[in-house]
């Protein structure tokens, strides 16, 4: 019927050991040669080596061979090629340049996380007990939930992962400068913005709660203080709870928890979504509460060194 699942990406990078190191020191482990993942998915994040860093793959499940046909068939018409067999589709995005595979399929289910007692005014449902988030082990990163990718013609990409790959717009800013969009349940698998440059702004990874988002951030600022970008705060659209760090690629990323989740596409319509977000009508801050976001935050340091990559390869 439609894309299902967003499964994982390839990362390339300079120095992919060093990027496999800091995930395998922050909670994925490497589940074959260049691939890093939970106990319960064993791939999320491909490490590649690239001669600057770049997202160059993403892999998506869909729930039926007939979609296979169905996405082509969408994609011829916008002019777009794609490789299929009866259960693959590979094609390239055409204004980024980075492969996408779709595979009928499924996500893994994921074991659900633990529910903490809490104490709440009037609600004490801990007592005699420590909170559980103390213990000194931290709860490791559960999946790979979004990218952000910034595009130089958005129109264009915003054609191709929408009336091509089938993505569902679940919010957007005014002038469709960005789109955010999803194939599974989340507000977003993908926002795609306007941009000089395409690149990679950021890659999420979902963990269990607001103390794994501290465990796991707090670990991350310990590794290498430099890499705090902006968090922790609860964004506005998807709601999610965020904490935005450096990997040492060089690559934003964020642990998110506690997302918009949707499964009636009119109720979300009817109710919430809106196309004019950032119109003075419709102010629309990164975050509802926490940091706002910083020159960290919206500059990327080594832009004019992914703009000549880029041109390399006839892409802006
Ligand atoms: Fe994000």
């Known amino acids: ?119 709440r005014p009037g609600d004490r449902n801990r007592y005699n007990n420590r909170n559980a988030s103390l213990a000194p082990d931290r709860r490791p990163p559960r999946r790979l939930g979004h990218v952000v990718l910034a595009s130089p013609d958005i129109e264009k990409s915003t054609a191709f992962y929408f009336d091509g790959l089938g993505f569902r717009v679940t919010d957007q800013f005014v002038g469709a400068n960005g789109t955010f969009g999803r194939v599974e349940t989340d507000h977003h698998n993908l926002l795609i913005h306007r941009s000089r440059v395409g690149y990679l702004n950021h890659y999420a990874i979902e963990v269990d709660d607001f103390d794994a988002i501290g465990e796991n951030g707090a670990a991350v600022v310990a590794d290498n203080p430099d890499s705090h970008i902006i968090g922790v705060g609860r964004h506005l659209l998807g709601s999610n709870l965020f904490w935005y760090l450096r990997d040492p690629s060089g690559n934003m990323f964020e642990f998110f928890a506690d997302m918009d989740h949707i499964n009636d596409d009119d109720d979300w319509a009817k109710n919430h979504s809106r196309t004019d977000w950032g119109a003075p009508s419709a102010p629309a801050p990164v975050q509802a509460w926490g940091d706002a976001p910083n020159e960290a935050f919206f500059a990327v340091p080594d832009l004019d060194e992914i703009a000549q990559a880029r041109a390399k390869r006839g892409l802006a």
């Open 1 to 119: 019927m439609a894309l299902n699942g967003f499964l994982d990406i390839d990362l390339s990078v300079k120095n992919p050991a060093e990027l496999g190191a800091f995930w395998e020191r922050h909670g994925l482990r490497r589940t074959a040669d260049g691939v890093y993942g939970t106990d319960q998915r064993p791939t999320v994040l491909n490490i590649k080596e690239g001669d600057h860093r770049h997202l160059s793959a993403m892999h998506f499940s869909t729930s039926h061979e007939s979609d296979i046909a169905e996405i082509a068939r969408r994609l011829e018409g916008l002019g777009v090629e794609s490789r299929t067999s009866s259960t693959t589709l590979e094609c390239t995005d055409p204004i980024l340049g980075h492969s996408i595979r779709i595979d009928v399929g499924a996500p893994i289910p994921l074991k659900p996380t633990d529910a903490r007692p809490a104490n």
